[in-house]
């Protein structure tokens, strides 16, 4: 009855464009991916089926009033701006004061200890900003739904713990699976080692011959 229901919202949200462009989970067509490539570009609800919708519903308005550009991918949130000029950064400000007083309208309060302030690009001015009366920590790197990239917009680093995090899998399953078969093993392989190797490739790229050899 659920899936029923679910449907019938999802399609009703879509025809009444219900959900803004800024939303990637969730969603139908988009993802992880579309949500970094689509914010670095410009520089959750678990439990039941229609958990997810409501609550792409219920942060739909979100959004209303701000300057910059505000990124959502279920309840991760990500803003950002232009601060060669003091209005850029006044204008940054102002939308947080923004997301606080939606978030206090809406009896719902950010996890201010997770906010994080990543300042990109030579020359970056380096202004303070707070959330409600709290500063907001700056940080010379983070991880974005899994991807971690610095103030350059470097996210080479990931090649390291994917590559990491692969070798482990290999060495459990040279440990554990007795069979070596190639059906055996490739079927092992794609389910359990390529998803790390590949996890958001199209955002963080191998540009350099060492980061594919580290891969390979």
Known sequence: MEHILLETMLRHMEKKEVLDDSQNGFTKGKSCLTNLVAFYDRVTVLGSVLGPA???????????GIECTLSKFADDTKLCGVVD???????????????????????????????????????????????????????????????LGDKK???????????????????????????????????????????HLEYCVQLRGSQYKKDVELLE
């Open 153 to 195: 917009l470097n996210v080479r680093r990931q090649c390291v713990p994917a590559a990491q995090k692969t070798n482990c899998i290999l060495g459990c399953i040279k440990r554990g699976v007795t069979s070596r078969l190639r059906k055996v093993i490739l079927s092992l392989y794609s389910a359990l080692v390529r998803p």
């Open 85 to 147: 000029m003091l209005e850029g950064r006044n204008a940054i400000q102002r939308d947080l004061d923004r997301l606080e007083r939606w978030a206090h309208v809406n009896h719902m309060k950010f996890n201010k200890a997770k906010c994080k302030l990543l300042q990109m690009a030579l020359g970056n001015p380096k202004q303070k900003y707070r959330l409600g009366r709290e500063c907001i920590e700056s940080s010379p790197e983070e991880k974005d739904l899994g991807v």
């Open 54 to 64: 409501l609550f792409n519903i219920f942060v739909g308005n979100m959004d209303s």
